[in-house]
């Protein structure tokens, strides 16, 4: 298994605004995913972290409002950009040790934006 | 494109009852399929999995079988407890190794 966190666990944030989601895993993994998770709707992949390269973005998401980065193999960051009330959502980090191999999720970061 | 269906919640049940809990999916070859939970403030979890045809996945007392003829994978289980009151998710993943999500099914157990 993997144990990981995420910070901050819920934020409230004002419109316009920007919020940077960080994700720690407690060992290296190959691959790091960030998804959202909109009220009463099922998770949505918003794109997979690179290490050492730009994030790969699923479509419907785009990088100057998910910017992504991710330095090492246990490491990850999403900001979500100048933000409006429909970013309000939990956005969840997970990791496979190997690609194609079981996921594992954090514990979400619960966005609310007025 | 490749998407899940499972039935909508809440679903109500008293301990000891009987469960299950309808997916169905629709995808481009024989996907894998995953079952995962998301205990109250905890993060998914998988629960279980079966990657081809006839397959029966268990943990937990629960099992679900992977049904090509009806593109089924429905969640079971024989007696249910407190404990099971989670939030579960049907999931595939797909021909390029992403895993797409059923919107979940709230459990909520009576003691």
């Known amino acids: 298994s993997a144990v990981i966190s995420q910070k901050p666990s819920r934020d409230i944030c004002q419109r316009g605004t920007s919020l940077t989601i960080q994700c720690q895993v407690d060992s290296q993994v190959t691959m790091m995913f960030w998804y959202r998770q909109q009220p009463g709707q099922s998770l949505t992949l918003i794109a997979t972290a690179n290490q050492g390269s730009e994030a790969t973005y699923e479509s419907g998401f785009v990088i100057d409002k998910f910017p992504i980065s991710r330095p090492n193999l246990t490491f990850s960051t999403l900001t979500v950009s100048n933000m409006s009330p429909e970013d309000s959502s939990i956005y969840l980090c997970?990791?496979?040790?190997?690609?194609?191999?079981?996921?594992?999720f954090g514990p979400g970061t619960r966005l609310t934006v007025l | 494109g490749d998407s899940v269906t499972q039935m909508e919640g809440p679903v109500t049940l008293s301990e000891e009852a009987c469960l299950t809990i309808n997916c169905t999916y629709t995808a481009t070859g024989y996907p894998s399929l995953f079952w995962y939970v998301q205990y109250p403030g905890e993060g998914l979890q998988l629960l279980l999995k079966?990657?081809?045809?006839?397959d029966k996945g268990s943990n937990k007392g629960f099992e679900a079988t992977y049904r090509k003829e009806t593109t089924s994978f429905h969640l079971e289980k024989g007696s249910v407890q407190v404990s099971d009151s989670a939030v579960y998710f049907c999931?595939?993943?797909?021909?390029?190794?992403?895993?797409?999500f059923g919107k979940g099914t709230r459990l909520h157990i009576l003691p």
């Open positions: 999931a595939l993943r797909r021909s390029d190794d992403k895993i797409i």
């Open positions: 997970s990791v496979e040790r190997e690609e194609g191999n079981e996921q594992f």
């Open positions: 079966a990657t081809k045809a006839d």
